[in-house]
């Protein structure tokens, strides 16, 4: 008889948790011995995900927008939660600074989203056209003539 297999295809949401579960605890005692079975459980949750948590297709400011609304936080309560100071925070949610790898990890897991959300390209405005009102013009590097 063939060996039964202990994980499969995840098709609930109380599967989907238990597998969640066993994961944190076989990360949690980092054995070498158990990478195998890491790989495969984080392969089915990730096909879980992408199958039942769909992000809508917003760049990383936007998706972190919608998550404070959708938390009820402030940009004063990022100060906490990533541990950078109030203007850093300005500066991201401004579209002026972009997120670090830092700052991509602790989104990732205060919010429980994988870090490819937070991890996408999006356009910087440059602080030397923050007078220009016209967008095209304020994406673009302006040449100083001295």
């Known amino acids: 008889m063939g060996e039964k297999l202990k994980y499969k295809i995840i098709k609930s949401e109380r599967q989907y948790n238990n597998y969640c579960k066993d994961l ?33 297709d917003l760049d990383p400011v936007k998706l972190l927008k919608s998550l404070m609304i959708e ?30 790898k830092q700052t991509i990890r602790r989104l990732s897991k205060y919010f429980s989203l994988s ?17 220009f009102k016209n967008a095209s013009l304020m994406n673009t590097k302006k040449v100083v003539l001295t």
């Open 24 to 56: 944190e605890e076989l990360l949690a005692k980092s054995r070498k011995s158990d990478n195998d079975k890491i790989e495969l459980i984080t392969l089915l949750i990730e096909k879980w995900d992408d199958e039942n948590y769909s992000l809508p």
């Open 71 to 100: 938390h009820g936080l402030k940009s004063k309560d990022l100060i906490s939660i990533l541990n950078l100071s109030k203007g850093t925070i300005s500066k991201m949610l401004n579209y002026q600074t972009g997120l670090s």
């Open 115 to 131: 870090q490819e959300a937070f991890n996408k390209t999006y356009k910087l405005k440059h602080l030397d056209n923050r007078k």
